[in-house]
C-alpha cells in the first residue's frame, strides 16, 4: 500500500544529519540516542504497519529537561519532531519521516506521585495505562479509559489520541479522566497545564493539548483521576441471532436511560477468533455477542441486569451467560481485549474506527459488511456498541498489493459511511495518517482552516508530527 | 506483518520458517510490555517486537549477523513471556533460535567472548567437568571484584560469584523400583547443571514417585538436553545432544514402556518437549524424536496426574511460588505446582509480576551480567514482600540466581512435595 504520501523529505536537514545527531547526543548522551540504519529500522513503524518511514534518528530521552533540550535544539536546527510513546498506533500516529526525529518516550516510564486523598496519580509520559491501574489497585483504586492495548500503550499516546476503551462508556474517555500535563512546546519551553482538579482555571488548554496527536508539544507528565473499584462488576454474555438483533438491542438499552459500564459486540468471525484464543466461552453458535458489564452492589447489578434482560428477549436473545467467577469475568475481557491481535493468527487486517449514532447501528453494520464484500473481502467485527464506536476489522493479505489497495479502499468507503451517517472518522484511535485525506469529508474547508491555526499557534513551522492530521494540500491558509 | 522474502529465498525451508513466523507477527506491540528487556531498558530495540523487526531484516536482505544485531539478540533471555503475551501466537522461541543459528554461523564474536562462551560450551553440559570447574572457582572467588573492573570480563565475575561454597557429591543414578503396588513406569531426566549443583532434587522426585508406586527406570547414555548449546546457536551440538538423548529413552520405551521421561529442570524440559521441531529435518530421528516430545513432562505436571492422597503431617509453611519462565510461558505450565504444593498443605503466594523473569535464564546471568543483576533485584524484591517463609521453584537456574540475592530458603518444588508426603525436610529449611 503506498497510496497515502507524506511530506516531501528536506534535503537540507538530511545532508546536515552527522551535525544533527551530534547535537542529539550532547542533548540525551551516546546511550539515549540510536542512529544507525540498522537499529532504526525497526522505528520506522507503529501499530499501522502497511506504512513505513525511515527517521532521521531516535532519541530516548529520561527526563522533561532532557525533553526539552532536544526540543530547543531542534528548534534550532529547523528539524521535525515525531513523539513517540509505544508505538502501538492504528492510525500511524508515530510513524516518522525521513528528515525527523523520533522523539521516544519509553524511558520515561515512572510513577511519580499517587495522591489517594485527593484521588489522582502524577505519571511520566511513558507509563503504560494498564501500570497506573495496577500501581493502586491494591488501595482500591483504577484508571477508567481501557484501549485494549492497555497493557503496552502509553498514557503519553492516549493523550495524543484521546484514547477510550470498553468502559468509556459509563467513565468517559482520556479527556475526561485528564487533570493536567507537562507539556514541552515546539521551542523546547517547558509548561504546566492544568492541575489537581477536572476544571482547571482559565482557557481548557488541557481539553485541547488532549487528542492533538503530538503537533501542539510533547506532553513529557501527566496528572490522571483515579477512581474508586465499584462494589462488584459482572461481566454478561448475551448472544444473538443476527448482528441487526444485537445491535437493535443496543440502541433500546441506551434509548431506555440505562448506562452499564461497557457494551461490546463482536460479530460471528470475531467471536470464533477471541474464542480460539482466550477460551472465555463466548456463544459459537450466534451471529453476534455483546458483552455487558454491570457494577456496584449485587442489587444494584442485578436490577439493572434485569431490566437489559428484557429488552434483550425482545431482540429474540438466544442466550444469556453470566461469568461465574472473577476469572471467567478476567477471561471474557482477554477474550475482548485480545481480539485485534488475535485477528492476526486468521489474516492481516485494518482497523477501522468511526463513530456513529446509535440510531445508525443497525444500518451502518448492514451496509459495512457490504461494502467489504463488493471489494471480495472479508470482515470482522468487534466494537464498543455502546458509544457506537465501529472497529470492521478488514481481512486481507497484505502480501497480495492488489488486495492491499482494496482493503484500504473499503476502509475508507466505511469511513465515508460513518461521516455520511452523523458519525465522525475516528473514535479513539485518531487521524494520524489513516483517515488524513478523509478529513475533508467531515470538515469543511473554513473549519479545516480554522483548527490548522490554532495548530500553527503552538507549531508555527509545522515541525511537529507535520504530515498527519491535517490534508497535506492547502495547508496555506494556516 | 508484510514481508519480502524473495521466492528463491523461501526455497530454503529454514527461511520459510522464518517468513511464517514473522507474517503472523501484526505488530500490535503488546508483547513490549511483559518483556523483560524492554522494561528495563525502554529500547524498542531490545523488545521482542524490534528484535523481530531486526531479524526480519536481516534474513529478507540476505545479510549474515552484525554487531547491532547480535546486541539486540543476545540481550533476549528467551524467557518467552512474549509467546504467552501474543495474541496472534508468533513462535517467537523458534524465530529467535533461527536467528542465533544465524550469528553462531555468520558473525565473529571478540576474542574473550568467544573464548567464555566456548568455555561454558565445552563444561557446563559435562558433569565431571563443571564439578571440577565448581571446585575451581572456589579458589577464583577473590578474584571476581578484580574481573569486574573490566567489561570483557565481567561474565567471569559474573560465573565467580555464581559458584556455590561448597559442591555436593556426585549423584547416584536416578532409578528405583515402585514401592507398592506399580502405577506407572517413567525416566528421570538426569541433565546436567542440575544433578551437580542440587541432586538432592531427582532425589527427592525418586523417592516420592516410588512411594506413590511408580517406577523410575534409569536411561543409560542420557546426558545434558542441549538447551546451553542451542541458545548459543551451536545448532549442531544441540541435534547432537538430543539425538543421543532421544536414543537413551528410545531404548527403555522399546525394553518395557515408559509413560512419561519426568524433567525436574524446566529449562531442560522446555527443549526436551521441542526435540521433536529440533530433528523435524532428520528423516532418521525426526519420528523418535517426536515421540520423545510426546512423552515429556515437567514433574509437577505428572504429579497432577496422580491421585495423591492427603498428606499425613503437612508442614504449616508459606511458600511463595516463583514461575520459572521455562514453566510459565516455555511450556504454558501454571496451574499444577501451585495446586501440588496446595494439596501438600502448604499456602502459597505469588509475586506481583510473576510473569517477569529473574535473569538466570541459562548462562545469561553469565553473559548479561547487568541486566541480570536487575532483574534479580526485582524478583527478590517481588518474591521477598510476600513475606512467604520460603521460595519455591521448579527451575535450577532460577534456583541459584534468586538464591544468591535473598537470604530466604530457595528450594525445589518436588523436595517440598517430598517432604509433605513423608520424605526428608530439605536442607534449606535447616
Not at chain 1, 481548557?204 to 506532553?219: A, T
Not at chain 1, 466505511?414 to 461521516?419: A, F, P, R, Y
Request: hydrophobic content about 45%; some cysteine.
Amino acid at each position: 500500500m503506498s497510496a497515502i504520501a507524506f511530506l516531501e523529505p528536506d534535503a537540507g536537514v538530511i545532508a546536515r544529519r552527522g551535525a544533527i545527531i551530534a547535537g542529539l547526543v550532547e542533548c540525551v548522551g551516546a546511550d539515549g540516542l540510536v542512529s544507525e540504519e540498522r537499529e532504526l529500522k525497526p522505528f520506522e513503524t507503529d501499530g499501522f504497519a502497511a506504512y513505513r518511514r525511515m527517521p532521521l534518528a531516535v532519541v530516548l530521552p529520561k527526563t522533561t529537561a532532557e525533553v526539552a533540550s532536544v526540543m530547543r535544539f531542534l528548534h534550532a536546527e529547523g528539524v521535525k519532531v515525531v513523539a513517540r510513546g509505544a508505538g502501538t498506533s492504528l492510525s500511524g500516529g508515530a510513524i516518522p519521516e525521513e528528515d525527523a526525529v523520533v522523539l521516544g518516550l519509553s524511558r520515561m516510564s515512572r510513577i511519580l506521585e499517587i495522591d489517594l486523598p485527593n484521588r489522582l496519580a502524577r505519571v511520566q509520559a511513558g507509563v503504560t495505562n494498564l501500570a497506573i491501574s495496577d500501581a493502586v489497585d491494591a488501595d482500591g483504586f483504577f484508571y477508567a479509559p481501557d484501549p485494549s492495548s492497555q497493557l503496552a500503550c502509553t498514557i503519553g499516546g492516549n493523550i495524543g489520541m484521546n484514547s477510550g476503551g470498553a468502559h468509556c462508556l459509563k467513565y468517559g474517555v482520556t479527556t475526561n479522566n485528564l487533570l493536567g500535563v507537562t507539556l514541552v512546546l515546539a521551542d523546547g519551553t517547558v509548561t504546566e497545564i492544568g492541575g489537581g482538579a477536572l476544571d482547571g482555571a482559565g482557557l481548557d488548554l488541557l481539553g485541547l493539548v488532549c487528542g492533538s496527536e503530538g503537533q501542539l508539544g510533547i506532553v513529557t507528565e501527566a496528572t490522571v483521576r483515579l477512581i474508586a473499584k465499584p462494589e462488584g462488576q459482572r461481566p454478561v454474555l448475551f448472544g444473538f441471532p443476527s448482528s441487526e438483533s444485537a445491535s437493535a438491542c443496543v440502541s433500546d438499552i441506551i434509548a431506555a436511560g440505562i448506562v452499564p459500564v461497557a457494551i461490546e459486540f463482536m460479530d460471528r468471525p470475531a467471536i470464533a477468533i477471541c474464542e480460539a484464543f482466550a477460551h472465555a466461552g463466548y456463544p459459537l453458535d450466534a451471529e453476534a455477542l455483546l458483552i455487558v458489564e454491570v457494577e456496584g452492589s449485587t442489587v444494584e447489578m442485578d436490577a439493572m441486569l434485569r431490566k437489559i434482560v428484557d429488552i434483550a428477549h425482545r431482540h429474540a436473545v438466544m442466550t444469556v451467560k453470566e461469568s461465574q467467577s472473577a476469572y471467567e469475568a478476567a477471561l471474557i475481557w482477554k477474550g475482548r481485549k485480545s481480539a485485534f491481535g488475535a485477528t492476526g493468527r486468521v489474516a492481516d487486517y485494518i482497523c477501522m474506527d468511526g463513530t456513529v449514532p446509535l440510531s445508525q447501528l443497525t444500518r451502518v453494520l448492514r451496509q459495512t459488511a457490504e461494502i467489504v464484500a463488493a471489494y471480495g473481502l472479508r470482515v470482522a467485527n468487534v466494537f464498543h456498541a455502546g458509544d457506537g464506536n465501529m472497529h470492521p476489522l478488514i481481512l486481507y493479505n497484505v502480501n497480495d498489493p492488489v488486495e492491499a489497495e482494496k482493503a484500504e479502499a473499503a476502509g475508507m468507503d466505511i469511513l465515508k459511511l460513518c461521516v455520511e451517517a452523523g458519525g465522525c472518522l475516528t473514535g479513539e484511535h485518531g487521524v494520524g495518517i489513516e483517515k488524513r485525506d478523509l478529513m475533508r469529508h467531515q470538515f469543511s474547508k473554513a473549519e479545516l482552516d480554522q483548527q490548522m491555526r490554532v495548530r500553527a499557534a503552538f507549531d508555527p513551522a509545522w515541525r511537529l508530527n507535520p504530515s498527519k492530521v491535517f490534508p497535506l494540500d492547502d495547508r496555506g491558509a494556516a | 506483518m508484510q514481508t519480502t522474502f524473495s521466492l528463491a529465498a523461501v526455497a530454503d525451508p529454514k527461511i520459510a520458517e522464518v517468513e511464517a513466523i514473522v507474517r503472523k507477527c501484526v505488530h500490535c506491540g503488546l508483547c513490549t510490555a511483559t518483556c523483560p528487556t524492554y522494561v528495563t531498558l525502554g529500547n524498542e530495540l531490545d523488545s521482542p517486537r524490534g528484535r523481530i523487526y531486526l531479524i526480519k531484516d536481516m534474513f529478507e536482505n540476505g545479510r549474515p549477523a552484525d554487531r547491532e544485531i547480535v546486541t539486540h539478540i543476545d540481550r533476549c533471555l528467551s524467557c518467552l513471556a512474549c509467546t504467552t503475551t501474543c495474541p496472534s501466537g508468533v513462535d517467537y522461541m523458534h524465530l529467535v533460535d533461527r536467528a542465533r543459528a544465524h550469528i553462531h554461523e555468520t558473525y565473529r564474536r571478540p576474542l574473550l567472548d568467544r573464548l567464555i562462551r566456548a568455555v561454558l560450551a565445552a563444561v557446563l553440559p559435562y558433569p565431571a567437568r563443571f564439578r571440577a570447574a565448581l571446585v575451581l572457582a572456589g579458589l577464583g572467588r577473590p578474584f571476581a571484584p578484580l574481573f569486574d573492573r573490566f567489561a570483557a570480563l565481567k561474565p567471569m565475575a559474573a560465573m565467580l560469584r555464581l559458584a556455590p561454597i561448597s559442591v555436593p557429591a556426585a549423584a547416584p543414578p536416578v532409578a528405583g523400583p515402585a514401592q507398592g503396588k506399580r502405577r506407572g513406569r517413567v525416566a528421570i531426566m538426569a541433565g546436567c547443571a542440575q544433578s551437580v549443583l542440587d541432586p538432592e532434587t531427582n532425589a527427592a522426585a525418586l523417592s516420592l514417585l516410588a512411594r506413590f508406586g511408580v517406577e523410575v527406570a534409569a536411561a543409560p547414555g542420557e546426558g545434558c538436553c542441549g538447551a546451553l548449546v542451542h541458545h548459543m546457536g551451536r545448532e549442531a551440538d544441540a541435534r547432537q545432544a538430543a539425538r543421543r538423548n532421544v536414543a537413551a529413552w528410545m531404548r527403555l520405551v522399546d525394553e518395557g514402556g515408559l509413560d512419561a521421561i519426568i524433567v525436574t529442570a524446566s529449562g531442560c524440559g522446555t527443549t526436551v518437549k521441542d526435540y521433536g521441531h529440533l530433528l523435524a529435518s532428520d528423516s532418521e530421528w525426526a519420528a523418535k524424536a517426536k515421540r520423545v516430545s510426546a512423552l515429556a513432562l515437567d514433574v509437577s505436571e505428572y504429579l497432577a496426574t496422580l491421585d495423591l492422597p492427603e498428606p499425613a503431617d503437612p508442614p504449616r509453611l508459606t511458600v511463595a511460588y516463583h514461575a520459572a519462565c521455562s514453566l510459565q510461558h516455555g511450556q504454558k505450565v501454571t496451574a499444577a505446582p501451585k495446586a501440588l504444593l496446595v494439596r501438600a498443605g502448604f499456602t502459597v503466594k505469588e509475586p506481583r509480576e510473576p510473569h517477569l523473569c529473574c535473569g538466570s535464564a541459562g548462562t545469561y546471568n553469565i553473559l548479561q551480567s547487568e541486566i541480570a543483576t536487575t532483574l534479580k533485584g526485582r524478583k527478590v524484591k517481588n518474591l521477598e514482600a510476600t513475606r512467604a517463609d520460603v521460595i519455591a521453584a521448579g527451575n535450577i537456574g532460577c534456583l541459584t540466581q534468586i538464591g544468591s540475592g535473598t537470604g530466604l530458603p530457595v528450594v525445589h518444588t518436588i523436595k517440598l512435595l517430598d517432604w509433605a508426603w513423608g520424605g526428608p525436610k530439605p536442607k534449606e529449611l535447616g
